[in-house]
């Protein structure tokens, strides 16, 4: 055990939430410190279109991704037996296989019309690195679930810490060798496949027996059938949720260009980053900690009222600072030519705070196994964000569409947080 452990162990319970979140921020903290300490460089070696280009990738990357595991990577973590969790895990690999080739054959007659109609045409042929990106992704999802089914947060941490990392270097050095929007491609695309392959190489090592047993075809069906609400209701609601978060980046590119789009973009990544330095940890112990509570049929209600009040006075501080100081600080850190990113910041900031609040809401729904109506939920905040950036965009005005935007987010996440609290009330959540 390393000395940040040992810390971690004196401070906190061992096995217990809170320590398992420390342990995940452990590895991840220097990575992210690092990725928001290049910002800056990189605001100043890329321009704001260039931004919007690569934008326009990554949301493209993030909802076809949001379809690569089928969420067998969730479903993993719910079984009992050991075996039938390893055919989940060798049905989220072969998911994200068979996505990455069908989004390759589209990509293929496609890809320049895609180009054009979103006003992209800078990404040149690096918009076919999606295929890559999407299997990279897909992978890093499935292994990181079972390490953290198995407990092994540290190792899901270094995981963390290196896809950062990677992504930092590749980015700051094609910046400095003035690469345009492939550099930032290759980082991204790059910081997944190296977390990936750390993931799979100790997966392989420690449950390699385990995993040739239950790699079996028969067996990965079987798995994937008393699975199949996961895939058929959960996968569908990921790819809506993925949809509505990156719809408006897509949107604004088509209606206002890249330039207005790399505002969006790091308006959202600024407002994210420090958030996710705990959200991405929290994310991943506290659904194996819900689903292995409601197994035990512990005391859910308490879990989930005590995390989302905790989360919601975390969120509060940043959420204040954003709104009376953004666009100030966005001009002074990353330049003058970024202050209209801070603009955009006000607003999103409030729907980044509450969704930060609303994750154990939703990882509730998925425990409880209520994805259809999710579902139906995600469906009606898609439309109302699509017709949100559709009325800025007709009144030719972007911060319109991000205010209303924004609202949406807000309100739907409030429904979430209700909504969940109702379920688990006594005598409901059975």
Do not use: C
């Amino acid at each position: 055990m390393n000395r940040a452990a040992r810390l971690v162990s004196r401070l906190v319970p061992r096995g217990s939430l809170r320590a398992n979140v420390l342990m995940l921020m452990s590895g991840t903290a220097l990575g992210q410190a690092l990725l928001l300490a290049t910002a800056p460089i990189l605001t100043r070696l890329f321009a704001p279109a260039t931004f919007g280009a690569f934008g326009a990738y990554l949301s493209l990357a993030a909802i076809l991704g949001s379809l690569s595991t089928l969420r067998f990577d969730y479903a993993l973590m719910l079984p009992r037996e050991e075996e039938e969790a390893a055919s989940l895990l060798g049905a989220a690999l072969l998911s994200a296989a068979v996505v990455s080739l069908a989004v390759l054959a589209a990509a293929l007659p496609l890809r320049r019309a895609v180009m054009t109609a979103l006003r992209i045409e800078a990404l040149g042929g690096w918009i076919m690195a999606l295929p890559a990106s999407i299997l990279s992704f897909g992978a890093f999802q499935a292994f990181n679930s079972w390490v953290l089914r198995h407990k092994e947060f540290a190792r899901s941490s270094a995981a963390q810490g290196a896809r950062a990392l990677s992504i930092a270097a590749v980015q700051l050095g094609s910046g400095f060798l003035s690469s345009g929007p492939g550099g930032l491609v290759m980082g991204a695309a790059g910081g997944d496949v190296v977390a990936a392959m750390l993931l799979a190489g100790g997966v392989r090592r420690r449950h390699g027996q385990l995993l040739r047993r239950a790699f079996r075809i028969d067996r990965i069906v079987r798995a994937a059938r008393a699975y199949r609400e996961f895939p058929f209701y959960s996968a569908p609601q990921n790819l809506l949720n993925a949809v509505s978060q990156h719809l408006p980046l897509l949107l604004l590119a088509k209606f206002f260009g890249p330039a207005v789009a790399g505002f969006y973009v790091l308006a959202v990544r600024s407002v994210q980053a420090p958030l996710n330095l705990f959200l991405n940890s929290l994310r991943q112990a506290f659904f194996q900690k819900a689903s292995e509570l409601h197994n035990r049929g512990g005391d859910t209600v308490t879990l989930f009222r005590r995390t989302t009040l905790r989360l919601l006075a975390m969120a509060a501080p940043p959420t204040l600072a954003v709104l009376l100081f953004g666009p100030r600080l966005f001009a002074f850190v990353l330049g003058s030519r970024w202050l209209t990113a801070g603009v955009y910041a006000r607003w999103l900031v409030l729907w980044q705070g509450l969704m930060f609040a609303n994750v154990p809401a939703v990882f509730f729904a998925q425990v409880l196994r209520k994805q259809r109506q999710v579902l139906l939920v995600d469906i009606v905040l898609l439309v109302a964000r699509a017709l949100a950036i559709v009325a800025g965009g007709l009144r030719r005005d972007p911060l319109l569409a991000v205010v209303l935007y924004s609202v949406a987010g807000v309100a739907v996440n409030l429904f979430m947080i209700a909504w969940v609290g109702w379920l688990l009330r006594p005598g409901r959540a059975a």
